[in-house]
């Protein structure tokens, strides 16, 4: 074999870096347990609060040390294999979306007293009241503006045309409730885009019914800081024209000088006056200002302060020790000494401090210039139109952006008047940096560089991309949840398919002895390098990825079943061992090619293009497909190619006796049952989509929303018992997880969800309460303080949206109709013919809707299964399969095609399912091994899941013979009729 040697060199790398990294994800697993134990009370409750700051207080401690380096907490969870909130948990945040500064804003921020006294009430209204803030704030206008109209407030220049001095207080009032409204549902699309950029994997994302308020699950999170930042930022970009010392000096000297004086006159000298009257002004600051943090930070007294006000004459402006800071911003707020500052000059801080050559931490304060006092710059960050992490000249994390034509325009004046000058890039009053301007910039192409990570720019570039929000958000409840998938059930379909692995690894070695041991080898290699390489590109697992894991496995196995199928077909066509090897690995090779091209590229559009869990399974699918294919083909011939050392005399073998000539001379004229076959296929549809239509589908909470109802108890409770348990009890599919300690769940039903009136909210209550009751034969009671043994409490509950919004439902059909052009493309391109690519297009749509039928009729047999994000995962693992399937066969009508003879095409069809049906079955029952093991013992939580699954390589197996070619073959009509009236001719000549 040539490039052996290349092989085994990427072979070795491969597999040290997906050791490397797993490394960390051991070291990860190991930290949590012990988190975990030290959160864990003796009756076995975990407090997840306790857990997390156990985690928090090593978060940036050495924890692992791999050959001499040493890395922290948070660098070993930035490294590892992450796993998806259905999996792990993550944090649960709920934010509320700030009505208050968005109704200031339509009236443009008026100083008029009662306008702000009636909003201050309604704030403070709102936190205990249902009404809309648009309500409260009316009949607050009302109580401090009797007969006053609300027109004259809000009747303002930026108003004009939806509102004047005459439109009346019920159309400002709807004006109000439209802007608020909009301003969530921004909010919430920025939150989510925003989101989707952290690095989380299928974050869930609510709105809570009937409020301003937002929750948010995050799977995995561990620094909460990062992601409060990240939620509750406005992104307030702007960029102000710097003044310099010159300009400004003699202002701070005057507040330094006049300061220190106040504070001579106000010290104490009583114990040490004549040493208090021999100080120097600097030492007398210090004295005061020591007083003064000694009073704010009472368990640190021994705080040594420089003196603050004092200038340290850096290259351009003031620059002051880290810990200074809070000494100083209180003195510039106060009235007496703000008064010597400039009225166009604002000061701001630095983004971060740097560290001096003595090891001091120090930061500058900036002087910008502003429009006598106003907030307004010369420059506004809504010209961005994107923005990317970069690194700068000097090899820095760095952040690109682009403006808009208005933003260009503006930018060239700004920077044309300021050459020479320093500009500052301002993001919610931190200076990020202040470059010098060594010239006009002509376009709106921009960069701003600092002391920042490649972290902090990650995420400076997401808020500057996903755009500002337009009302600050507050986090109003934040909580660690446990997964959706419970610890017992990943327990079950974990061992689930490892057993289902053990059945395959004993079928392929009982069927193809030694040449199983190989194809078993390349399964394991690659297993490891999905998970290694998802570890090294920090993506996370979750259960619509393990769909795609499934699928991967399946391909692996079929690339060798195709190998060893021709390799026993060239061994009966009586050629040497080294021949038949050769041969069956080159002949093989193109239909192995085509059906992997064909699903990667299924897997690429879909990551694009999709959300949520169609990301997910996408990106696992790309590294799946490109590892399997790696591993399968050019692994095991290196493996392959050592065994057979001593030519023909090896005694490697590739079928046991009674697997030699098994599935090789099979004759069915598959194609004469095709119209059977399409009768059959049209009548399980038509009769699934009609029980459909009539009875429904059971979808799923992430799909329709429900009802959440935070249940406590006194003892740890197994979520997927109750889950199954509650499914039972009434309809409507229902969620359950942990809740901030595992001896509190959170309960979400959709049960009567299209119902919202206080009679269905109590009804739905009362379902749960009896559920609960009925499935655990605890009581209710009302006061959770209470508690005792064998009893649970609601403590709170609220109504919330689907989880897969309608626009991830509609990027998801975008990215399958894309996917289903580039498969009929591509398959055009490989086989010349438009009818192979119109054949694998509708054997995928019949799959699709057998599968949604499937559901259907199961639900009318009492066995109801949830359409939810999961049943996407598999539904795609399921157009992968058949596609790949279909691949197979078609390749193989190619082939006899160009090898046909005086052979009629129908029969050349025929052939071909026959030559390959061996593979098929082969590849069919190895996969559906793993899939039927999980279906029987995995457990009910993923019951629909494995059915799908199970359906679904059933029906793909089955469309590949009976639905896509005999639809080519149908296409062909024509051409197979010409060819039979060419022979007629012949003969009768």
């Known amino acids: 074999m040539q490039n052996k040697g290349i092989i085994v060199f990427l072979t070795v790398i491969i597999t040290a870096l997906c050791l490397y990294y797993l490394s960390f994800t051991f070291v990860s697993n190991s930290i ?10 003796t ?20 924890v692992y040390s791999f050959l001499g380096a040493d890395f922290t907490y948070q660098e070993v969870k930035e490294t590892e294999l992450g796993l998806g909130l259905d999996l792990q948990g993550g944090m649960h945040v709920t934010l509320e979306v700030s009505p208050v500064e968005i109704v200031k804003g339509i009236a443009g921020n008026p100083r008029d007293e009662a306008f702000n006294k009636s909003v201050e009430e309604a704030r403070l209204e709102a936190k205990t009241s249902n009404s809309s803030f648009a309500d409260l704030f009316y009949a607050a ?62 974050p869930n994302i609510q709105r809570i019914a009937g409020s301003g308020r937002i929750q948010i699950e995050l799977p995995g999170a561990d620094n909460q800081e990062r992601v409060r930042n990240l939620l509750q930022g406005v992104a307030k970009l702007q960029f102000w024209e710097v003044l310099e010392l010159n300009e400004y000096g003699g202002a701070i000297e005057t507040i330094n000088t006049t300061w220190v004086a106040d504070q001579k006159a106000t ?98 304060l900036y002087a910008v210039k502003t429009a006598r006092g106003s907030d307004e710059a010369p420059l506004e960050g809504d010209v961005v139109t994107d923005a990317r992490q970069t690194l700068d000249q000097t090899s820095r994390p760095a952040v690109s952006m682009q403006m808009n034509a208005e933003g260009a325009r503006k930018w060239r004046k700004l920077t044309s008047e300021n050459i020479g000058r320093r500009i500052a890039v301002v993001l919610d009053d931190y200076v990020y940096t202040a470059p010098v301007v060594n010239g006009e910039i002509p376009n ?16 400076l570039a997401n808020i500057l991309k996903s755009g500002s ?71 996370a697992l979750t259960l619509p990825g393990i769909a795609g894991i499934v699928l991967t496995i399946g391909m692996s196995i079929d690339a060798n079943v195709l190998i060893f199928e021709r390799i026993k077909e060239e061994l009966r066509n009586g050629a040497g061992l080294l021949a038949a090897i050769n041969s069956g690995y080159n002949k093989a090779f193109s239909a192995i090619l085509d059906s992997n091209v064909t699903t990667f590229l299924t897997g690429a559009i879909l990551y694009s293009l999709g959300q949520g869990p169609v990301k997910g399974f996408a990106i696992v699918l790309m590294i799946g497909i490109a590892s399997s294919f790696f591993s399968a083909v050019f692994i095991t011939r290196v493996i392959v190619s050592w065994m057979t050392k001593k030519g023909d005399k090896s005694s490697i073998n590739f079928s046991a006796p009674f697997a030699k000539n098994a599935l090789s001379a099979l004759q069915v004229d598959f194609l004469s049952k095709r119209k059977v076959a399409y009768l059959i296929s049209t009548g399980i549809i038509i009769i699934g989509l009609a029980i459909a239509a009539i009875n429904g589908l059971k979808f799923g909470v992430d799909f329709s929303g429900g009802r959440s109802y935070i249940v406590e108890f006194n003892q740890p409770m197994v979520p997927s018992d109750l889950k199954v348990g509650l499914d039972g009890e009434f309809d409507g599919s229902v969620e359950v997880k942990t809740y901030g300690s595992n ?58 949206g689907a989880t897969v919004a309608d626009d991830i439902k509609a990027s998801s059909l975008e990215a399958m109709m894309v996917a289903l052009i580039a498969i009929f493309l591509y398959i055009l391109l490989r086989f010349r013919k438009w009818q192979f690519s119109l054949g694998s297009i509708v ?20 066995a109801t299964f949830e359409i939810d994000q999961v049943f996407i995962a598999a539904v795609l693992t399921v157009i992968g399969y058949s596609i790949n399937d279909t691949v197979i066969v078609f390749d193989r009508i190619r082939e006899n095609i160009e090898n046909r003879g005086t052979h009629k095409l129908v029969k050349v069809f025929n052939d071909a399912i026959n030559q390959t049906l061996g593979r098929t079955l082969i590849t069919s029952f190895t996969t559906l091994i793993v899939v039927i093991v999980l279906l029987i013992f995995g457990g009910e939580v993923l019951r629909g899941f494995s059915f799908a699954l199970f359906v679904g390589i059933g029906v793909g197996t089955y469309s590949s013979i009976f639905i896509a070619t005999p639809i080519v073959v149908d296409l062909m009509k024509k051409e197979i009729e010409q060819e039979a009236g060419q022979k007629d001719a012949k003969k009768t000549a």
């Open 743 to 800: 001896n509190v769940l959170k309960v979400t039903t959709s049960y009567l969800i299209n119902e919202d009136d206080d009679a269905s909210n109590l009804e739905v209550e009362n379902k749960v309460k009896e559920g609960i009751a009925n499935v655990t034969g605890f009581s209710f009671i009302e006061n959770a303080e209470l508690l005792a043994e064998n009893q649970f409490a609601i403590t709170g509950s609220s109504k919330v």
């Open 141 to 202: 206008w009302q109580r401090n503006n009797p007969g006053k109209k609300l027109s004259s407030i809000f009747a303002t220049a930026a108003n004009r045309g939806k509102i004047s001095l005459e439109s009346s207080d019920s159309e400002i009032l709807d004006l109000i409730n439209t802007e608020v409204e909009n301003a969530i549902d921004r909010s919430f699309n920025i939150l989510r885009t925003r989101i989707d950029r952290f690095g989380t994997s299928q």
């Open 469 to 539: 929000l337009p009302a600050p958000t507050q986090i109003v409840e934040e909580s660690i949840i446990g997964p959706t998938l419970g610890k017992e059930a990943q327990n079950q379909g974990i061992i689930s398919m490892v057993a289902g692995l053990v059945l395959v690894v004993l079928f392929m070695i009982a069927y193809y002895t030694k040449g199983g041991l190989v194809a078993i080898a390349a399964l394991v290699f690659n297993i490891f390098f999905i998970l290694g390489i998802l570890a090294q590109l920090g993506a």
């Open 843 to 862: 054997a995928l749509i019949h799959d699709t809707l057998f599968v949604i039928a499937a559901f259907a009729i199961a639900s009318a047999f009492g």
């Open 43 to 62: 009756n076995g409750n975990i407090d997840f609060g306790k857990r997390r700051a156990y985690l928090d207080s090593i978060w940036r401690q050495p």
């Open 32 to 41: 949590q347990q012990k988190a975990t134990d030290y959160a864990t009370d």
């Open 267 to 364: 010290t104490t000298t009583q114990e040490e006056p004549e040493a208090e009257e021999n100080l120097s002004p600097e030492d007398s600051l210090k004295n005061a200002l020591e007083k003064q943090l000694k009073e704010l930070d009472p368990m640190n007294p021994s705080n040594d302060v420089s003196p603050v006000i004092s200038l340290l004459k850096a290259n351009y402006g003031l620059v002051y020790d880290v810990k200074d800071t809070l000494a100083v911003n209180r003195i510039l707020k106060n009235d007496r000494y703000k008064a010597f500052l400039p009225r166009d000059l604002k000061l701001l801080w630095g983004v971060k401090p740097v560290k001096a050559e003595d090891g001091t931490e120090i930061i500058e």
């Open 444 to 459: 709106g192409q921009s960069e701003i560089s600092g002391n920042f990570t490649l972290l902090e720019a990650q995420d």
